[in-house]
């Protein structure tokens, strides 16, 4: 087992400033309202003398424009929650090492990186496109490689001797011990963690406590140390706040961008795709509008569920104004990637026939592109139905209900009319169709092929053994 | 114009269906699917509707056979595996009849929306390059429109099918082709308005389709 642990020193900071740039002058402060102290300060505002454990009174006085938030220990534990997300593509055991680190269990698919130069490089480059600059350390014991991700950058040690002596360098104020031990300690004349060792165990014990000594034991490897890993949430449930009230859609896409991107990261590390979807608008008064987003075949690609989403957002009605913007995935279906032919001919802009499809129904509705079939019944408006299944992949084999059947119109009219037209010839019938008794809609009719003065030739039909009352019910077009 | 055109660039211009030479007799390569209608067929240049272009087909009335012309193409479009779509349709595409035709009805698709929407759709399904044909009922269709779903066919390489009354014969049309309906009481003709490519003027351009 080789454990990475990336310490994220600016979690606070990062967790109440997601909106603002982190070079300006901006500090955490926490502790009861009137006596509020700094717990962490942007590099600018330490430059101006701002420091953690300063009251915030003093804090001001030093420097007036300080920008200063309480901390959120919530949005903190969101954070990290998302960053172990994030690292779930280098790792299926990452653990959550609260407050502020990661760990990451990477000798298992060192080899498949690589090596740890490259893995390392590659970290970091994928933590800076999303703008974070953590410090990492390896080695075999995550407790360890935790106090030393905290102590310095850059450590990968492989072997628990060369571990235990780099340990034995570390002071003891970033040994993660508690405030009280490092005090209680540094004030014996304790400087490094080599002192804290040679200490008599039952002496040490009994001063800083079992739960201290627990953690001295956990980073040397003595007793084992029980890490709850992170398990990625079966379902997709992410929002955004928005600071204004908003009530047209153009100014919902750029968060629907964003959420876009998390589900289809959240996706790939599933390998899974999305089949159906929904858009939350949160309104003011804790009532929301859902905008469903059914898929046709699952997809995974950011930019392709962006431009279904978006469509389908501008078709929506939106009464009151909008205070929030969710995105509820929760039928996540396997993936199976379509595979292109290598050789097929492409055309330059083609469009395959499913993302056509998606596209089509993204803009007219769910409902506007159907598919058709035929239905063994005698009766003309049962004889045919809608049919997806052709959507998506033709598989059933051919009907052939239909070999035997006289002569039937092209077009069917939505509703039977009065056939209005002087001058009309009947030019085959009649056909008597008499069925559906069984099921309440029973029909007796004598359908005839009737040629109107015009030229056209209709599908008529009089109720049966009548001669008049003809209704138009085709085209023979 | 100081470039010296390489023979075979010359000749892949000369091959284009809109450039017919004076000096030679051959016809011009126009790629068609055949209608089915031995007549037709033996008229039209090519031998059949043109792929990768708009036919325009005007009738006064619905029900004079409009359809039945273009079925047998359909139909073995549909048995090639090709897709082919009916945007805004004025009725039910009866499905039992369809398939009486010999359409495949596993890849005949049906959009329905309004006249914008429409125009859209059919834009798209002929660009796509993955449908074999699309059939429109466009009431608003304009010469701009049927301009870009003449592009938008050839760049699809797909047979654009675009029915409209017969009133549309006098305006202009960037259509392929244009062929007219004519009925009376007892039956039903065809007439060729235009047609690109050159036209054997001896043979009748109205012909009888159903009696």
């Not at chain 1, 075999?140 to 072997?159: C, K, Q, T």
């Not at chain 1, 608008?281 to 804790?286: C, G, M, S, T, V």
């Not at chain 1, 030019?427 to 309440?440: H, T, V, Y």
């Not at chain 2, 349709?89 to 369809?98: E, G, N, R």
Request: charge should be neutral; proline fraction near 7%.
């Amino acid at each position: 087992m080789l454990w990475a642990c990336l310490y994220f020193s600016d979690l606070p900071l990062r967790a109440v400033f997601e909106d603002v740039e982190l070079n300006g002058l901006c500090a955490v402060v926490d502790g009861p309202r009137q006596r509020q102290h700094i717990v962490m300060s942007t590099e600018r505002a330490q430059k101006f003398g701002v420091r953690a454990g300063q009251p915030l009174a003093a804090a001001r006085a030093i420097c007036a424009n300080v920008q200063a938030r309480t901390r959120d220990v919530a949005a903190e534990q969101r954070l990290l929650k998302s960053l172990a997300a994030w690292a779930y593509r280098f790792s299926s055991q990452v653990s959550i090492a609260e407050p502020d680190a990661l760990l990451i269990e990477i000798g298992a698919s060192l080899n498949l990186f690589g090596g740890w130069p490259k893995l390392e490089r590659r970290l970091r480059h994928a933590l800076a496109r999303i703008d974070y600059k953590p410090s990492i350390a390896a080695a075999p014991i995550p407790a360890a490689a935790r106090v030393l991700a905290g102590h310095g950058d850059n450590y990968f040690i492989e072997h628990p001797d060369p571990m235990l002596s780099a340990l034995d360098y570390i002071p003891i104020a970033k040994s993660g011990l508690s405030e009280k031990s490092v005090s209680l300690l540094y004030n014996v004349g304790l400087r490094t963690l080599r002192d804290v060792f040679a200490l008599p165990r039952p002496e040490l014990a009994r001063r800083i406590g079992p739960s201290q000594i627990d953690l001295l034991d956990r980073m040397r490897g003595r007793v084992a140390d029980l890490l709850t890993l992170y398990e990625p949430p079966p379902h997709f449930d992410n929002r955004v706040e928005l600071d204004d009230r908003v009530e047209a859609w153009p100014p919902l896409l750029f968060p629907l961008r964003r959420l876009c991107n998390e589900l289809s990261l959240f996706l790939t590390a599933r390998d899974g795709g999305v089949q159906r979807c929904d858009i939350v608008l949160d309104h003011e008064d804790r009532t929301n509008t859902r905008v469903v987003i059914e898929l046709l075949t699952p997809q995974r690609e950011a930019k392709a569920l962006y431009d279904l989403a978006r469509s389908r957002l501008e078709h929506a009605t939106i009464t009151q104004p909008v205070c929030g913007i969710a995105l509820v995935a929760k039928d996540l279906p396997e993936l199976k990637p379509r595979h292109k032919d290598l050789f097929e001919p492409r055309r330059e802009q083609g469009m395959d026939w499913p993302s056509l499809i998606e596209r089509l129904r993204a803009h007219l509705g769910d409902t506007s592109v159907r598919g058709l079939s035929d239905v063994a019944d005698h009766r003309p408006d049962r004889a045919w139905s809608f049919d997806d299944n052709s959507l998506t992949a033709p598989k059933r084999t051919p009907s052939t209900v239909t070999t035997l059947r006289p002569p039937r119109p092209i077009w069917l009219l939505h509703h039977e009319i009065p056939l209005r037209t002087a001058s009309t010839r009947i030019l085959a019938g009649p056909e008597r169709i008499e069925s559906g008794w069984w099921d309440g809609a029973d029909m007796r009719r004598d359908y005839y092929i009737v040629q109107t003065g015009e030229g056209q030739r209709a599908w008529a039909y009089v109720a049966a053994g009548c001669l008049d009352g003809w209704m138009l019910h085709g085209w023979f077009a | 114009m100081n470039a010296v055109l390489a023979p075979t660039a010359l000749d892949a211009v000369l091959q284009h269906p809109g450039i017919w030479r004076r000096s030679s007799s051959a016809q011009p390569h126009v790629r068609a699917l055949p209608t089915g209608l031995t007549d037709l067929d033996a008229v039209l240049p090519g031998g059949g509707w043109p792929c990768g272009a708009v036919s325009e087909i005007l009738c006064e009335y619905d029900g004079v056979g409009e359809l039945s012309l273009v079925m047998p193409a359909l139909a073995e479009m549909t048995q090639r595996a090709q897709r082919i779509v009916f945007v805004t349709p004025p009725y039910i595409p009866y499905a039992p009849a369809l398939a009486a035709h010999g359409v495949d009805l596993r890849y005949v698709v049906q959009i329905d929306a309004n006249p914008t929407e429409g125009a859209w759709s059919a834009e798209q399904c002929l660009r796509s390059g993955s449908c074999g044909a699309v059939l429109s009922w466009l009431p608003i269709a304009d010469y701009t429109l049927l301009r870009r779903l003449q592009l938008a066919a050839e760049s699809g390489d797909a047979l654009a099918f675009v029915f409209r009354p017969a009133k549309a014969a006098s305006k202009t049309s960037p259509a392929a082709l244009r062929l007219q309906l004519h009925t009376d009481a007892e039956q039903t003709d065809i007439e060729i308005l235009k047609c690109r490519g050159t036209i054997d003027r001896r043979k009748p351009t109205r012909l009888r389709c159903r009696a």
